[in-house]
């Protein structure tokens, strides 16, 4: 229901977290969806991370799983993303995901710099060496 604001969100994004429900089986199907969306509208070197959200350890959604970790894991690893399954009920894994996006990016941001490219849409502007004829002012 949000496709129509979100394309706008992909340019510029330096990391992408993909989420889905390990109790609702749809939402595991809609992340080839986002894949797609995100490979028409975002850079191709944006950071992708998968996350399976609702993996409590202990209560109901234990025996509601829907999808199970290995075929997450299959996914971001065809994808070659980062993958984590997370409890958002009892904050399991989610400092985690965070550090972890937030550690690719940087060394993503890093690598380009190093390479001489800089970072993405970003200019160095230095001051003329040479005076301006005329009226002083730089132009």
């Known amino acids: 229901r949000f496709k129509t604001i979100t394309t ?27 894949l797609k969306a995100i490979e028409q ?16 350890t202990a209560g109901p959604l234990v025996e509601k799983r ?11 690893d065809k994808h070659k993303m980062s993958f984590f399954e997370t409890s958002a009920k009892t904050g399991d894994a989610v400092e985690d995901v965070f550090a972890s996006i937030a550690r ?4 993503r941001l890093d690598k380009e710099a190093q ?3 800089g970072a993405p849409d970003t ?6 060496k040479q005076k301006a004829k005329g009226k002083g002012g730089c132009c």
């Open 8 to 34: 706008a969100y992909y340019r510029g994004a330096m990391g992408i977290l993909l989420v889905y429900d390990v109790t609702q089986e749809r939402t595991f199907g809609s992340i080839d969806n986002w």
């Open 41 to 56: 509208h975002a850079s191709a070197s944006v950071n992708k991370l998968l996350i399976g959200n609702k993996a409590d």
């Open 66 to 76: 829907a999808v199970e970790r290995q075929r997450g894991q299959a996914l971001a």
């Open 104 to 107: 690719d990016v940087k060394g």
């Open 115 to 117: 390479g001489g490219k």
């Open 123 to 128: 200019m160095t502007i230095r001051p003329s």
